[in-house]
Nanobody, 123 residues
Framework: QVQLVESGGGLVQAGGSLRLSCAASGRSLSSYTSAWFRQAPGKEREFVAGIRWPGGSVAYADSVKGRFTISRDNAKNTVPLQMNSLKPEDTAVYYC????????????????WGQGTQVTVSS
C-alpha cells in the first residue's frame, strides 16, 4: 500500500508559479509510475503530467506543455510538479496518483490517490 499526500497548493495571480509536492509513505514512490491529475468544478478529472517507472519518461497534457514540469525526488520520496506561467484555467483541485506498470493518462488506471490540493489562479 502507498499513501499519498499532496501539498503546495494555494492562490496565485496569473503568470505566477506554484510547486506542488506528492509525498508518499508506506513504500518508495520510486518504484511506481506517478501522475498528477486535476479536476475543476463541474468537469471530469483530467491528466496533467506523469512520470513512468522504470525509465523515468514523462508525459504532459497539451494544455500544460512547456509550463509544467514533473520530476521525482527519490531521496525525499516525493513527486514534485513545478507549475509556471499559471493561467486562470489551471484552477482546479490537483491530485497525485500512483500505479505499477505503464504510464496512462486515464484516471481509472491508477490504484493510489491522494486527497488533493486546491490551486486557484486569479486573473
Amino acid at each position: 500500500q502507498v499513501q499519498l499526500v499532496e501539498s503546495g497548493g494555494g492562490l496565485v495571480q496569473a503568470g505566477g508559479s506554484l510547486r506542488l509536492s506528492c509525498a508518499a509513505s508506506g513504500r518508495s514512490l520510486s518504484s511506481y509510475t506517478s501522475a498528477w491529475f486535476r479536476q475543476a468544478p463541474g468537469k471530469e478529472r483530467e491528466f496533467v503530467a506523469g512520470i513512468r517507472w522504470p525509465g523515468g519518461s514523462v508525459a504532459y497534457a497539451d494544455s500544460v506543455k512547456g509550463r509544467f514540469t514533473i520530476s521525482r525526488d527519490n531521496a525525499k520520496n516525493t513527486v514534485p510538479l513545478q507549475m509556471n506561467s499559471l493561467k486562470p484555467e489551471d484552477t482546479a483541485v490537483y491530485y497525485c496518483a500512483a500505479k505499477t506498470g505503464p504510464l496512462y493518462d486515464t484516471s481509472r488506471m491508477y490504484d493510489y490517490w491522494g486527497q488533493g490540493t486546491q490551486v486557484t489562479v486569479s486573473s
